[in-house]
């Protein structure tokens, strides 16, 4: 069977895109994300690309590889044994944040939907910080900190709202929160489980994944499991990008000593599927809806609140690492691009945003990146030259 004239200009385009991004990123020095957002409006502007079934399904793909990598990033035990301060510093910020963002909300008028989005904190767009930057940085550790513990509390207030906005607040939404905190319950079981059984039996853990291993195990049993919590979260009919995560975690939790796939992972996703996923984002976004009044300075608005909320809850982070790493950690945490898109994805379906409130959402998000990617670009270099005179 032929393919359509739309499938091939799609394939060629984003081959095209996928191979290029990286050297406009080195030219223009900005980070390759926003190059790749940027890119991906410009070519459904100009009418290259637009939607198709197998393109939707490969962004969706590689949002979930995304979250996969933000969670092999984490170091759970790290976490866990961090000192009190920290976690205590982690969730004053949080309330922080949270309390900003909702004062100012109100303040300035905001539609319910944008209110309730403009807290929300992901990780994802982390990960390729720490590609970037380099995990060992003091203030990307801060930040995957304060993250993961903020991921956990978003997802969950994603999966009540959209079944509260699906099935109103009955008994459905206690059903779906009561799977939410089982499957949470289960995974911290299973993780004390696993401890236990892979420090009585260590042979496992090279069983499982072989050191030198022709048919890439390692790799098998990561994409394995990968799916298999998908597929969990599927059935719980629970957010799906949390399970993808979890399945990160797993792997960099129990499976630390195969440093090599990490890289290998992270090759796969980084130079193919993440790629995808961002000229995605792109493309969603009607570069003509720039001309409608209110958008551009609507979607500022919702930016600079977001942003501005973040760098003052961040004021408590100074403590832990330093004004300039808690100033970067704040600007990393301030691009949720997944799950302010997938919130006002969820509005503008039930009709509890308009055209205009659903475009200044997703217009915003691709602003926080772009903006909060070159500031910490600039502070980092800035930060490098004089440590000492900065902030």
Same mark, same amino acid.
């Given at each position: 069977m032929a393919a359509s004239?739309?499938? @091939?200009?799609i394939?060629?385009?984003?081959s095209?895109l996928?191979?290029?991004s990286?050297?406009?990123s080195?030219?223009v #020095? ?9 890119l991906?409006s410009l /070519?459904?502007y ?7 079934e ?9 949002f979930l590889?995304l ?8 170091? =759970?035990?790290q976490?866990?044994?961090s000192? #009190?301060i920290i976690?205590?510093?982690?969730l004053?910020? =949080?309330?922080?944040m949270?309390?900003? +963002? +909702? /004062?100012?909300g109100?303040?300035f008028g905001l539609?319910a ?5 403009m807290p929300?904190i992901?990780i994802?767009?982390l990960a390729t ?5 380099g995990?060992d940085?003091?203030w990307?550790?801060?930040a995957f900190?304060v993250?993961?513990? &903020? $991921?956990?509390i978003?997802i969950?207030?994603?999966t009540? %709202?959209?079944?509260?906005?699906m /099935?109103g607040?009955?008994?459905?939404l206690?059903v779906k929160?009561?799977?939410l ?11 004390? !489980? =696993?401890?236990v059984?892979?420090w009585?039996?260590?042979e496992?853990k090279?069983?499982l994944?072989?050191h030198?291993?022709?048919?890439d195990q390692?790799?098998r ?5 990968f799916f298999?919590?998908?597929a969990i979260?599927?059935l719980?009919?629970? $957010?799906v990008?949390? &399970?993808?995560f979890?399945a990160?975690v797993?792997?960099? +939790? ?7 796939l990490?890289e290998k992972m ?6 193919f599927?993440?790629?995808?996923f961002f000229?995605? /984002?792109g493309a969603?976004?009607?570069l003509?809806?720039l001309a409608l009044e209110g958008i551009?300075s609507?979607?500022?608005? %919702?930016?600079g609140i977001?942003?501005?909320s973040?760098?003052?809850g ?5 403590a832990?690492g330093?004004?300039s ?5 704040s ?6 691009l997944t799950?302010?898109i ?19 959402l @997703?217009?915003?998000s691709l602003?926080?990146?772009i903006?909060a990617? %070159?500031s ?5 270099v800035?930060?490098?030259i004089a440590p000492?005179? !900065?902030?």
């Amino acid at each position: 069977m032929a393919a359509s004239d739309n499938s @091939i200009s799609i394939i060629l385009t984003l081959s095209f895109l996928i191979w290029l991004s990286p050297y406009i990123s080195k030219l223009v #020095k900005i980070p390759t994300p926003p190059i790749e957002i940027i890119l991906g409006s410009l /070519v459904t502007y100009w009418g290259l690309v637009s939607t198709h079934e197998y393109f939707d399904i490969l962004a969706k793909v590689g949002f979930l590889y995304l979250m996969f990598l933000a969670g092999m990033e984490v170091n =759970l035990k790290q976490i866990i044994n961090s000192p #009190k301060i920290i976690l205590q510093k982690s969730l004053v910020f =949080l309330a922080l944040m949270t309390f900003f +963002t +909702t /004062v100012l909300g109100f303040a300035f008028g905001l539609n319910a939907i944008v209110i309730v989005s403009m807290p929300l904190i992901s990780i994802g767009i982390l990960a390729t910080l720490s590609k970037e930057y380099g995990k060992d940085e003091n203030w990307i550790q801060l930040a995957f900190i304060v993250g993961v513990i &903020g $991921e956990v509390i978003s997802i969950a207030a994603l999966t009540v %709202i959209d079944a509260a906005i699906m /099935v109103g607040f009955g008994f459905e939404l206690l059903v779906k929160m009561g799977y939410l905190l089982l499957f949470i319950l289960a995974i911290y079981i299973a993780y004390r !489980l =696993l401890r236990v059984v892979f420090w009585w039996y260590p042979e496992l853990k090279n069983f499982l994944m072989p050191h030198d291993d022709t048919s890439d195990q390692n790799i098998r049993l990561a994409i394995a499991l990968f799916f298999i919590l998908i597929a969990i979260m599927l059935l719980l009919h629970l $957010e799906v990008a949390f &399970g993808a995560f979890i399945a990160g975690v797993a792997i960099s +939790t129990f499976f630390h000593h195969e440093k090599r796939l990490e890289e290998k992972m992270s090759s796969l996703g980084f130079g193919f599927l993440v790629p995808i996923f961002f000229i995605y /984002v792109g493309a969603s976004f009607d570069l003509k809806a720039l001309a409608l009044e209110g958008i551009v300075s609507g979607a500022l608005l %919702i930016m600079g609140i977001m942003i501005a909320s973040r760098i003052a809850g961040g004021y408590v982070l100074h403590a832990i690492g330093g004004k300039s790493d808690a100033f970067l950690a704040s600007l990393s945490l301030s691009m949720p691009l997944t799950l302010m898109i997938a919130v006002a994805t969820i509005g503008y379906e039930v009709r509890m945003i308009d055209i205009l409130t659903y475009y200044q959402l @997703i217009l915003a998000s691709l602003f926080e990146i772009i903006v909060a990617m %070159i500031s910490i670009k600039l502070i980092y270099v800035l930060k490098q030259i004089a440590p000492n005179q !900065l902030l």
